[in-house]
């Protein structure tokens, strides 16, 4: 079955970095897009970064210049980089692998991001 597994989250003080991995299985990776969403207590989940099949990105605003999206079709990995970190980036980060054909989606468990003094 397909497995989206999260690791890397953690605490961290403000202006600190962290970097999450994502590593698929059950997947023709190199024919997914991949992201990496984020869900703040109380607030909506949102996209914080993408990247296609091809290797095309996109951002979302709140983290251009802090944060790299990056993929590894040899290891099924999707890193995600992110420096400067600020409180506000706290949050669950989630995985989430959607078909370029299938259009089907899949989502991982997601892992705990803190910043904080």
């Known amino acids: 079955q397909v497995q989206l597994v999260e690791s890397g989250g953690g605490l961290v003080q403000p202006g600190g970095s962290l970097r999450l991995s994502c590593a698929a299985s059950g997947i023709i990776f190199s024919r997914y897009t991949m992201a990496w969403y984020r869900q703040a207590p109380g607030k909506q989940r949102e996209l914080v970064a993408a990247i296609t099949s091809g290797g095309s990105t996109n951002y979302a605003d709140s983290v251009k210049g802090r944060v790299t999206i990056s993929r590894d079709n040899a290891k099924n990995t999707v890193p995600l980089r992110m420096n400067s970190l600020k409180p506000e980036d706290t949050a669950v980060y989630y995985c989430?692998?959607?078909?370029?054909?299938?259009?089907?989606?899949?989502w991982g468990q997601g892992t705990q991001v803190t910043v904080s003094s």
């Open positions: 989430y692998a959607r078909g370029d054909y299938t259009k089907s989606g899949y």
